[in-house]
T-cell receptor, first 125, second 109 residues
């Protein structure tokens, strides 16, 4: 069974940098074509994909946020982190850690399954 | 502005079928073959219910089905049940290896 659990500060001040951690179990991020990423959701609003890191350490970022994001893995600890700089009130959201399984032959994408329970990060002075 | 457009809300009665559309409006969403759908109940994390346009993950009810025509993907829920009341999001994998989400659709049963 795959599980993901997000942790980090729940209240940050504007202009601060936040580091969120995703601790996962049930798979290895060393396995071919596996990926783990982050998606956020402001209160009452839609989902927004942020970043994903692949088993081979390749990283992809949302074009609109790439200058503020860093995603990294610590394979031996079954963790990944997301660092987001210059936090502003509009970044207030629930941040979800998500798993993307390895692709089978002929598959181009398989979505994200499962998701962590999410962590609400509030940006306020 | 999302590259994927969904209706803000749809409604249906128990036992009926409903369809939620997801129209792409960006050239980044090439071929539109990699559409996924997620169900989100209030206060819960989203759950994958359809991937690769038509595929259901293990454990997802056969009442959920996906399709695509041109630049519009659709999620159909047949035999509506009260538990289907939730928000639904479409998502697509783009030609630049990113993901985009639609604005979400609130389903009222």
């Amino acid at each position: 069974q795959i599980t993901l659990n997000e942790s980090g500060p729940t209240l940050v001040k504007p202009t601060q940098t936040v580091t969120l951690t995703c601790l996962f179990s049930g798979f290895s991020l060393s396995s071919d074509e596996v990926g783990v990423g982050w998606i956020r959701q402001p209160p009452g609003k839609a989902l927004e994909w942020l970043a994903l890191i692949y088993w081979d350490d390749d990283k992809v970022y949302s074009p609109s946020l790439k200058n503020r994001l860093t995603i990294a893995k610590a394979t031996s600890q079954n963790q990944i982190v997301l660092i987001m700089t210059n936090m502003e009130p509009v970044d207030t959201a629930t941040y979800y850690c998500v798993y993307r399984r390895a692709l089978l032959f002929g598959e181009g994408d398989v979505g994200f399954d499962p998701w962590g329970q999410g962590i609400l990060v509030t940006v306020s002075s | 502005q999302s590259a994927l457009t969904q209706p803000a809300s749809v409604s249906g009665s128990p036992g009926q079928s409903i369809t939620i559309s997801c129209t792409e409006s960006s050239s980044d969403v090439d071929d539109y073959d990699y559409v996924s759908w997620y169900q989100q109940h209030p206060g819960k994390a989203p759950k994958l219910i359809i991937y690769h346009v038509t595929n259901r993950p293990s454990g997802v009810s056969i009442r959920f089905s996906g399709s695509k025509s041109g630049n519009t993907a659709s999620l159909t829920i047949s035999g509506l049940q009260a538990e289907d009341e939730a928000d639904y999001y479409c998502s697509s994998f783009t030609t630049t290896s990113h993901w985009v989400f639609g604005g979400g659709t609130k389903l009222t049963v």
